[in-house]
């Protein structure tokens, strides 16, 4: 049943990105398992990731149950369709259910995606990591597979707000490119420090995050403004410390020691909510 539900939104996908002609590319899909339970740690640059990232999945004949914030299930139809799908909603002030059924996915060999940043970074660096990911690898044994893709911020993204408050809205420009790398597993051992475990996989997904950002075709023209860019690689975008004031950020997330500038300043911290 979940399977025709998927098979259903894939299509729908598929023919969205072909109505945009959306050109999507992936790289390192050798690292996702085939089959077993598997975790993959995803960067987060848009609303329509999933799509990009579950396309690549589909190349290794993996269907995805993503962590996804919970008021998508507000919608009656969405939601029929999302538990269908076997995909996991994520109440950031109630997260203890979340845990349990990714859990759960994953010792039914389910490939779970999570997004440890809890949600889309304004200054588009690897900001605040949550540590569930490390403790589901550490609990469940599955192996975590780090995954970045860019391109897709610029169809549908965050951005500074206008003056009534408002966000960019969707960018409908057709002939975009999406890439979509996937790194090397990592696991967790059962004695690991949960923090620096996670810090280890904010490096992972930086490292990603910019070999796919400094790649020709997604560089901006000289002179001409990119909000969709990150300013330390020559952008527009927000920078970490001017993020700092727009992010939305869980207090208990590890705060980046990964990435540009040095968190070490005490200005240079993520604004902490409950």
Excluded: N
């Amino acid at each position: 049943m979940s399977d025709r539900w998927y098979r259903t939104a894939d299509v729908l996908g598929r023919t969205a990105m072909r109505v945009l002609g959306i050109d999507t590319r992936w790289t390192g899909e050798e690292h996702l398992p085939t089959t077993g339970p598997v975790l993959m740690a995803a960067t987060h640059v848009s609303y329509p990731d999933f799509l990009f990232l579950g396309k690549a999945a589909l190349a290794r004949r993996r269907h995805v149950r993503f962590m996804c914030r919970h008021d998508v299930w507000h919608v009656p139809v969405v939601r029929t369709a999302m538990d269908r799908m076997r995909h996991v909603p994520v109440d950031r002030d109630a997260p203890a259910a979340a845990y349990l059924r990714a859990r759960s996915l994953l010792c039914d060999g389910e490939a779970v995606c999570a997004f440890p940043e809890a949600g889309i970074s304004y200054s588009y660096t690897v900001r605040s990591l949550m540590r569930g990911v490390a403790s589901l690898a550490r609990e469940t044994g599955a192996p975590v597979v780090p995954v970045a893709l860019w391109g897709s911020q610029r169809i549908w993204s965050v951005g500074w707000p206008d003056e009534r408050g408002r966000g960019p809205r969707p960018d409908l420009t057709r002939g975009r490119r999406v890439d979509v790398v996937l790194g090397e597993p990592v696991t967790a051992a059962p004695g690991d420090d949960l923090t620096e475990w996670t810090r280890d996989l904010g490096r992972r997904m930086t490292s990603l995050l910019e070999g796919l950002q400094g790649l020709p075709h997604h560089q901006p023209s000289p002179g001409v403004p990119a909000p969709w860019h990150p300013a330390h690689l020559g952008g527009t975008a927000p920078t970490r410390l001017e993020a700092h004031e727009l992010d939305s950020v869980p207090r208990s997330a590890v705060r980046p020691t990964w990435g540009p500038p040095s968190w070490d300043q005490p200005w240079d911290r993520p604004r902490e909510t409950a």
